[in-house]
């Protein structure tokens, strides 16, 4: 059974930085184009970023280039998302999403809420 487990979430001010993990099980890693998506209240799911191994490349939403960082631990089965300079916009539930094949992440960072799988989710509240 594929499964993502995501955690590190919680609360900090405007200008701190939080890391996300999601740990994948069930299915193989590095076979698996991966990535975050985030959904606020009432609005609508946002794609983060992706990486794929295929492309040896990792996407970002325009908005969020430069804060935030995705990486991943093919060793650990373990991917994470890097957030600096947060800001009180970036308050949402954050998901971990995964897609067989390797190219899910190709079609851009607003595919990503499409991805076939995705974890239950972590929260990240930006406030003073």
């Known amino acids: 059974e594929v499964q993502l487990d995501e955690s590190g979430g919680g609360s900090v001010q405007p200008g701190g930085s939080l890391t996300l993990s999601c740990t994948a099980s069930?299915?193989?890693?590095?076979?698996?184009?991966m990535a975050w998506f985030r959904q606020a209240p009432g609005k609508e799911r946002e794609g983060v970023g992706c990486?794929?191994?295929?492309?040896?490349?990792?996407r970002y939403a325009d908005s969020l280039k430069g804060r935030f960082t995705i990486s991943q631990d093919n060793a650990k089965n373990t991917l994470y998302l890097q957030m600096d300079s947060l800001k009180p916009e970036d308050t949402a539930m954050y998901y971990c999403?995964?897609?067989?094949?390797?190219?899910?992440?190709?079609?851009?960072?607003?595919?990503?809420?499409?991805?076939?799988?995705r974890g239950q989710g972590t929260q990240v509240t930006v406030s003073s």
């Open positions: 999403a995964a897609d067989p094949g390797l190219v899910a992440c190709s079609r851009g960072y607003s595919y990503v809420p499409n991805f076939g799988t």
């Open positions: 069930g299915f193989k890693f590095s076979s698996y184009d």
């Open positions: 990486s794929s191994l295929s492309a040896d490349s990792t």
